[in-house]
């Protein structure tokens, strides 16, 4: 039963009763808020259940198609080297398709690409640089770590239990109240 329904027994079951001493009307209408509220946790633990459920589904889901894109990337890596090989081999940069891939063209796109920097490196190179001015290298280093942002992201992951288990000794962590199991939840629902 919802709470507007509650609500509308409520009012009903006031109206046809005669009249009770404050005291007793304050502790129904404290039992009927209790009620509810309990009402309103089962309801909200079964859609957590629901969600849970569907999430982990679709987890399951996404692994799978994942490992096949991964399995299909594996084989189109493989057949495009050989592909490379054989053009780079005899030179071509083009070939016209036919079939159903008629009107398009293999081309062979050669990139040159330089890898980023990284903080230690430019680190190392700005103290070299600035070796004999120190104040000047420490106002930069200041400047930069300025600009660097703390960011939190919370991300769901299923973990094989084994894992968790290390995880949590590894680090210290304790298990916590928000800290439940499937069980532990569906055993909210049955509650």
Same mark, same amino acid.
């Given at each position: 039963m919802d709470s507007a329904e509650a609500e509308i027994d409520a009012i009903i079951d006031n109206s046809t009763r005669p009249e009770?001493?404050?005291?007793? =009307?304050? =502790? /129904? =209408?404290?039992?009927?808020s209790e009620n509810n509220q309990i009402e309103e946790d089962s309801a909200s633990i079964e859609v957590f259940n629901t969600?849970?459920? =569907?999430?982990?589904r679709i987890d399951e889901e996404i692994k799978s198609l994942m490992a096949a894109i991964k399995e299909r990337n /594996?084989?189109? &890596?493989?057949?495009? @080297? $050989?592909?490379s090989n054989y053009l780079k081999a005899n030179q071509i940069?083009? +070939? /016209?398709? @036919?079939?159903?891939?008629?009107?398009? &063209?293999?081309? +062979?796109? +050669?990139? $040159?690409? $330089?890898?980023?920097f990284s903080k230690a490196s430019v680190t190392e190179a700005l103290l070299t640089e600035l070796e004999e001015e120190r104040e000047l290298f420490d106002k930069i280093m200041r400047a930069i770590s300025k600009t660097s942002t703390l960011k939190e992201v919370w991300k769901l992951k299923v973990t094989e239990e084994k894992l968790a288990k290390t995880t949590g000794k590894a680090s210290g962590k304790r298990k916590g109240a928000a800290d439940i199991t499937l069980d532990q939840a569906a055993a909210l629902v049955d509650d």
């Open positions: 009770e001493p404050e005291i007793l =009307q304050s =502790q /129904n =209408q404290e039992a009927m969600a849970l459920h =569907q999430y982990l /594996n084989i189109k &890596r493989k057949l495009g @080297d $050989t592909l940069k083009k +070939v /016209n398709l @036919d079939g159903s891939y008629k009107g398009k &063209r293999l081309e +062979v796109e +050669v990139k $040159t690409s $330089t890898s980023g």
